[in-house]
């Protein structure tokens, strides 16, 4: 069955250094592949999604970016970190009639 | 555009049904979703229904479509204090490849 793991669960940061996020998937093969962010009590924002090895779509412009070097690998970024940038960052999985599959979250505090 | 829309609270005794309502705008929609969040985690897909569809049963769980009004519904019976957590309504966009999320119904349980 299909698993989705993002690291690390939880990180502090100052402001104005670097981001990296990561995801990964396993037993399955070119999954559909999201980041979301969730500010405190907030619905779910869409930030980035990809189809395939090396496309990136972005919905909102912000600072931050999105790379998916391998089929199952996704990797949020930041070069430098706004306090702005503070928030539940969700990875997820595949666009089925099941639905999608969520990782645990990871909580970034920018300050 | 696309939009889902669904009330922020919701109250209910330890035993008593709990009914989520949500409406949404795209009427082609093909699926439509109930996630789970509970505090610091992912989400959790609950269960989901086919539009052509009315309802839908799973335990205690029960989905009612009304694709007329694009109004959908999860009630939860004998509701209990694991209950608690954030529900969130969702649809899949018109170019199948992202999904449209509400804001949550945060779900409050009392002993």
């Known amino acids: 069955s299909q698993t989705i793991h993002q690291w690390p669960a939880t990180l502090v940061q100052p402001v104005g250094s670097p981001l990296s996020l990561e995801c990964t998937v396993e037993g399955t093969s070119n999954p559909n592949l999201y980041w979301y962010r969730q500010a405190a009590g907030r619905g779910l924002q869409l930030l980035f999604y990809?189809?395939?090895?090396?496309?990136i779509s972005s919905e909102v412009p912000q600072n931050l970016s999105a790379s998916r070097p391998q089929d199952r690998q996704f990797i949020l970024s930041s070069k430098k970190l706004l306090l702005s940038d503070s928030g539940f960052y969700l990875c997820?999985?595949?666009?089925?009639?099941?639905?999608?599959?969520f990782g645990e979250g990871s909580r970034l505090t920018v300050l | 555009g696309e939009d889902v829309e669904q009330s922020l609270f919701l109250s209910v005794r330890e035993g008593d049904s709990s009914v989520i309502n949500c409406t949404y705008t795209?009427?082609?929609?093909?699926?439509l979703y109930w996630y789970k969040q509970e505090p610091g985690a992912g989400l959790q897909l609950l269960t989901y229904i086919f539009s052509n569809m009315d309802m839908k049963q799973d335990q205690r769980l029960t989905v009612l479509l009304n694709k007329k009004d694009k109004h959908l519904s999860l009630r939860i019976a004998d509701t209990q204090t694991g209950d608690s957590a954030i529900y969130f309504c969702?649809?899949?966009?018109?170019?199948?490849?992202?999904?449209?999320f509400g804001a949550g119904t945060r779900l409050f349980v009392k002993a």
């Open positions: 997820a999985s595949g666009l089925t009639n099941t639905g999608e599959l």
């Open positions: 795209d009427s082609s929609s093909t699926y």
């Open positions: 990809s189809v395939g090895i090396g496309q």
């Open positions: 969702a649809e899949i966009s018109p170019g199948g490849f992202k999904t449209i």
